[in-house]
């Protein structure tokens, strides 16, 4: 778990807490992400993942407790340079959240394009450069979200994200909707995009296939707090019995 | 001791609702001041206005142009039987003209545009927050405001001016129709008097309130549609209450704009 101790800390939770009401979803959250390292989260629907991922990327605000990224306190932080941070990181949400008013390319290079000032021949040859290492085929680049299948929304969220080799990426549940072969084949996608820029990636899942060839590390969110983390390896041996109960319903050993 | 209990209920009930209104309220205005100040700051999306124009405005043209042109013809009608002992050109065409340019027109045009164009802002926009694409759009380096509202209200400023300015000219003919054909006026006379009373005063009025209503209508359509939350439901709900008191807000400010004129 420590081995990674020596590189530089990309995201740092410290002692993060949040309720909505009287409800409290998570309590007393602390983890390290790693420079190169690919940090899975788990947990049973409803857990508080996805509203982690929410504090971590500013569009909730935690009631107690701090969140670093690349060493820069994100709590409080003045939003213009909240937004430059957030420039570098590629995002996918959970339901793709895709503009359904744009057409696929268009979603794709949305970021890049307004950075970087491409004119719309240079975006849409880089839009079909990414979805080709996707799966996915030209066709797709004219159409509208809403004229793809959910498969396909999901994957061209993650050319978004991807778009632009940003260092950090989180992935709120990637395969998630997806065929096995298309799942494994964004998992390979997102291994290699951690290994190609040398970036760090956290990606929220319930697909214990998934974890096991994507992460460097994982932990669990249950009652509101991490209850157990460790390597892969160490997940497939652990006696936590809801981690148990998922591997029982995927049997990941299949796939490594 | 049951009916003090029952009296306080009903009173925190009611307190409590007037602090949800005054919330509300204040949240509104925040979000006016937010929205009119990203109008203002660069980078302007002036493809997007542009859409919004066409959208606003020139979609917008028949079902304004009918709504005024058959108010237009009514409104002769009804001032010819109104009136029988006054039945001339003059009175006609002025009751035609003074109606349509100061309240028919302004209003008619509003309320046909809240109708369509809020109601279709607020869906889209409620539709982009339910489905996390504002959220998205804020982690991709682009201003929600700025992207998304800010377009809309510099269009709807524009083109409900131009609306109602042509919505107003509809409604004329409309009468006017009514008046050569219907009634056998003159049209000469008709025409005359139609011209000299018009009066700059009642243009300006006309276009000061169009200009105000289309704030109204998307401020109002914006802020319902950005705040909005419980999925499907809550979309349904942004879309209804952003006419309705789109709606509301146009009938008391038009009253309000003419006591400030004419008053």
């Known amino acids: ?256 | 001791m049951n009916l003090i209990n029952s009296i306080f209920k009903i009173c925190g009930t009611i307190g409590q609702k007037f602090l949800k209104f005054l919330s509300n309220i204040g949240h509104f205005f925040i979000f006016f001041i937010t929205a009119i100040f990203w109008i203002f700051r660069p980078p302007w999306y002036f493809k997007k206005i542009f859409y919004q124009i066409i959208d606003i405005g020139y979609f917008s043209l028949p079902v304004v142009g009918l709504t005024t042109f058959f108010s237009g013809m009514v409104l002769a009608l009804q001032t010819y039987n109104g009136f029988s002992e006054l039945n001339n050109e003059t009175t006609v065409a002025r009751v035609v003209l003074t109606s349509i340019t100061r309240e028919l027109g302004p209003v008619l045009t509003g309320l046909m545009v809240a109708g369509r164009i809020g109601a279709k802002m607020a869906a889209e926009i409620a539709t982009m927050r339910v489905t996390e694409q504002i959220d998205a759009l804020g982690t991709l380096g682009t201003r929600p405001m700025q992207y998304l509202i800010a377009p809309k209200i510099i269009a709807s400023l524009i083109c409900i001016p131009v609306l109602v300015l042509l919505g107003n000219t509809i409604g004329i003919l409309g009468g006017y129709i009514i008046a050569i054909f219907k009634l056998e006026f003159n049209p000469s006379i008709y025409l005359y008097a139609t011209v000299e009373y018009l009066q700059w005063i009642d243009i300006i009025q006309g276009t000061v309130k169009a200009a105000i209503f289309g704030l109204i209508i998307s401020m109002v359509s914006c802020y319902f549609g950005f705040n909005a939350t419980k999925g499907a439901e809550g979309v349904g709900y942004a879309t209804t209450a952003s006419v309705v008191i789109s709606s509301v807000m146009i009938l008391t400010s038009t009253y309000i704009i003419t006591a400030l004129f004419f008053g």
């Open chain 1, 1 to 256: 778990m420590e081995n990674k101790s020596n590189n530089k800390i990309i995201i740092e939770v410290k002692n993060l807490t949040k309720s909505f009401n009287e409800t409290m979803v998570l309590n007393d959250i602390n983890f390290k992400l790693f420079e190169g390292e690919s940090l899975a989260i788990i947990g049973a629907s409803g857990s508080g993942k996805s509203v982690l991922l929410k504090n971590i990327i500013g569009l909730l605000s935690p009631d107690k407790g701090s969140i670093k990224i690349n060493n820069l306190e994100m709590v409080g932080l003045k939003r213009s340079v909240k937004e430059k941070i957030l420039l570098d990181l590629g995002i996918t949400f959970q339901h793709g959240a895709l503009f359904d008013s744009l057409q696929n390319w268009e979603n794709i290079v949305f970021k890049v394009k307004n950075k970087e000032k491409l004119t719309d021949k240079d975006a849409k040859e880089l839009a079909l450069s990414i979805i080709k290492r996707l799966g996915l085929n030209s066709e797709i680049l004219d159409l509208y979200p809403s004229e793809i299948s959910g498969g396909m929304q999901k994957r061209v969220a993650i050319a978004r994200a991807i778009c632009g080799n940003p260092k950090v990426l989180l992935f709120d549940e990637p395969t998630s909707g997806l065929d096995p072969v298309t799942g494994s084949l964004i998992d390979k996608l997102i291994k290699s995009a951690v290994k190609t820029v040398g970036g760090s990636a956290i990606t929220i899942t319930h697909d214990m296939a998934s974890v096991c060839k994507v992460a460097d590390k994982v932990i669990l969110i249950d009652k509101q707090t991490i209850s157990w983390s460790g390597t892969p390896k160490e997940m497939l041996k652990t006696d936590n019995a809801q981690i148990k109960d998922f591997i029982k319903s995927t049997n990941p050993k299949l796939f490594i």
